[in-house]
């Protein structure tokens, strides 16, 4: 499945931002997905995922109550709000799809990844 991102940029510390990924198969609906993100000189980090039938959701606690991932089946998409932002959520955001029921936390189990959108909050 071909994935793609949208929405980063910049904006100052507290605000918002909205990611969206567009997915190209239609079987989109039998995949959860996710979100990870990484900053400059550091590993990949997940960030949340939403799982493929009754949006059932996870997130990292370092955006637990700041984030919220959402998905719309009929349009193909999964989105997250970002609010509340720091400095320290700057990084290149991607979306990743997986078949698997667990683990979302890590990046090995999905299969299809968009290429990555900025996200730089300044202080």
């Known amino acids: 499945v071909q994935l793609r991102e949208s929405g980063g940029g910049l904006v100052q510390a507290g605000g918002s931002l909205r990611l969206s990924c567009i997915a190209s198969?239609?079987?989109?609906?039998?995949?959860?997905m996710g979100w990870f993100r990484q900053a400059p000189g550091k590993a990949r980090e997940f960030v949340a995922a939403i799982s493929w039938r009754y949006g059932s959701t996870t997130y990292a606690d370092s955006v637990k109550g700041r984030f919220v991932i959402s998905r719309d089946n009929a349009k193909n998409t999964v989105s997250v709000e970002m609010n509340s932002l720091k400095p320290e959520d700057t990084a290149v955001y991607y979306c990743a799809a997986t078949g698997s029921g667990s683990r979302w936390e890590d990046a090995n189990n999905y299969h299809s990844w968009g290429q990555g959108t900025q996200v730089t909050v300044s202080s």
């Open positions: 198969d239609r079987a989109f609906n039998n995949y959860a």
